[in-house]
């Protein structure tokens, strides 16, 4: 088990008379994770709201004058999250309940229906489904270049594919469509991680292997016991951090997330 202090602040600057925000911030509510404390302060104090999703996923919303606003989030958590299954035999994906048969289709950013030909070519030699989503982590970890800055948000599976390079979110989104592609259900997930240089938000995947969803980075910088889990969806497009109506200048963004030292570290120090 780990415990993982994050946060973030967010800036803005409301040009109408009012603005509505949906903040995806929040840590999810989920098995492998348990809040232990975590304080919301937005200045000036605004009404807000607390919705959570299906997926667990906890949406703030705000209803904001016009005028200068910042969203503070701060929370302490403990993380435990089972190991990577070895190995799962080949299965029947048009058997799966269609709320996680639908992770295996085609999304705005995840043109899986591309590759098809590509993946089982590339990584389809196994049967082993455990297996062939570490060989597409691996894949995309060698083959794609990490550059900050490379990709304007809206890149997509097939831009990553021919540029070979972008950022956490463009790794994912290639992860996804190769698994896709295999019929292996993988959903997007945004959060907190640590030990990440600089410090920003994170992009991972959940790929539902043997009846259960586990996370992989494909980017291989984060092992999952060190990711906090706020949005899951089907790409990115589904997993933003704002959703704002209203005329508003973005400012500055600031997250954090730390491992406090075990007892081990603690006594040696």
């Known amino acids: 088990m780990k415990t993982l202090s994050v946060g973030c602040s967010l800036s803005y600057q409301v040009v109408a008379s009012s603005a509505a925000f949906t903040f995806n911030v929040l840590a999810s509510i989920d098995p492998e994770q348990r809040v232990v404390s975590e304080a919301i302060v937005c200045t000036p104090e605004v009404p807000t709201e607390i919705i959570v999703t299906g997926k667990g996923d906890r949406l703030l919303r705000a209803d904001v004058p016009s005028g200068p606003f910042e969203l503070r989030y701060q929370a302490t958590l403990e993380v435990s999250r089972p190991p990577h299954p070895m190995t799962v035999a080949s299965d029947r994906p048009g058997r799966l309940p269609l709320s996680i048969l639908t992770y295996t289709l085609p999304s ?12 089982w070519d590339m990584f389809g030699a196994t049967p082993d489904r455990s297996e062939q989503v570490r060989a597409i982590c691996r894949w995309v970890k060698e083959n794609i270049v990490y550059m900050a800055g490379a990709t304007d948000g809206k890149t997509s599976a097939w831009d990553v594919w021919q540029r070979r390079e972008g950022v956490c979110r463009d790794f994912v989104h290639l992860a996804i469509a190769f698994c896709r592609a295999l019929t292996i259900p993988v959903r997007y997930v945004g959060g907190y991680s640590a030990g990440l240089e600089p410090m920003d938000f994170h992009a991972c ?19 999952p016991e060190d990711v906090v889990v706020v949005s899951r969806g089907r790409d990115a497009a589904q997993a933003g951090l704002t959703v704002i109506y209203g005329r508003v200048l973005p400012g500055p963004i600031r997250v954090t997330c730390v491992a406090a030292p075990t007892p081990e570290a603690q006594a040696t120090g």
Do not use: I, K, Q
């Open 108 to 119: 705005r950013y995840c043109e899986s229906d591309l590759f098809a030909a590509r993946a």
């Open 205 to 223: 995947f959940e790929a539902y292997l043997g009846n259960a969803w586990h996370l992989f980075d494909p980017t291989e910088d984060v092992p």
